[in-house]
């Protein structure tokens, strides 16, 4: 029986210490396709590149894995993976480990969780993957371990089609990890703000800048269940209908 082929990206950059960590659990389950940022793509979200050439070249940075960096965000990654393989059909899709975590409302923005929702939208089963620690020297042992755990349930299980998982890490030891809990997204928002500072010419730029904060205290979120040292695991969906609302909508009764 063949093993699984797994395409593996990120939003931290091809030689991010994330990817190398999620590269060393994964070659475990089977054959890998790397294609990754030549350089970071965090906060990209679901951007695609087409007003640009993309470009992307192989490298043998991961010894004997095949990989490719791509100059384009992660779902021009996914894309161009996809496009590498000739036809062949990834088994699995797997994102990260990013560099910070991507709770509640930053599955939007961040370009790690866009990259397995391209996956979703391909019919792939797709995983994200975030730890809780900005550091690009941060401690992943621990988070290796959850990644081993999750990926071999995810092959063994058949994801459901068009479905990916948001596994989000929190930052300690694996001992005071407490479990790995199935929850949803908690309703949690960045708090903006523009930092103005003046360039050596004397002119006025700004830096956006803000702070994360919940608007809510279930304990069956991921926000709770981070803060509270449990993996979370959110199934994510690209359809974004408000199917509650159609009835609502219907009721305007709108003409032309």
């Known amino acids: 029986m063949s093993k699984p082929l ?4 990120n939003d931290d950059g091809f030689t ?3 990817l190398n960590e999620l590269i060393d659990v994964a070659k475990q389950f089977g054959e890998l396709l790397v294609v990754a940022p030549d350089q970071p793509q ?27 960096q791509c100059s384009g965000t992660p779902v021009d990654c996914i894309k161009a993976g996809m ?15 990013n560099h910070g ?34 550091a690009s020297n941060a401690n992943f042992n621990p988070s290796k371990a959850i990644v081993k755990e999750i990926v071999g349930k995810a092959i063994l299980n058949k994801m459901k089609k068009g479905i990916c998982l948001n596994v989000n890490i929190p930052d300690v030891e694996l001992s005071k990890i407490k479990g790995i809990k199935t929850c949803r997204q908690g309703e949690a928002f960045w708090d903006d703000t523009f930092d103005e500072r003046v360039d050596p010419l004397g002119k006025k730029y700004y830096w956006l800048t803000g702070s994360f ?3 809510e205290d279930s304990e069956d979120t991921d926000v709770n269940q981070l803060n509270n040292n449990y993996v979370t695991v959110v199934p994510t969906q690209f359809d974004m209908t408000a199917h509650k609302s159609i009835g609502e909508i219907q009721n305007w009764n709108l003409e032309l």
């Open 6 to 9: 797994i395409l593996i990206t």
């Open 213 to 215: 904060k919940s608007h």
């Open 83 to 97: 496009y590498l393989l000739k036809g062949r059909k990834p088994d699995l899709i797997l994102s990260g480990i």
């Open 16 to 18: 991010a210490k994330g």
């Open 101 to 134: 975590s991507n709770v509640s409302t930053n599955v939007l923005y961040s370009g790690t969780m866009s990259a397995a929702v391209e996956g979703a939208l391909e019919g792939i089963p797709s995983i994200g993957f975030s730890l809780t620690n900005y």
């Open 42 to 68: 965090s906060g990209m979200g679901h951007a695609i590149t087409v007003n640009n050439p993309i470009r992307f070249h192989q490298t043998d940075y991961y010894n004997d894995i095949t990989g490719y």
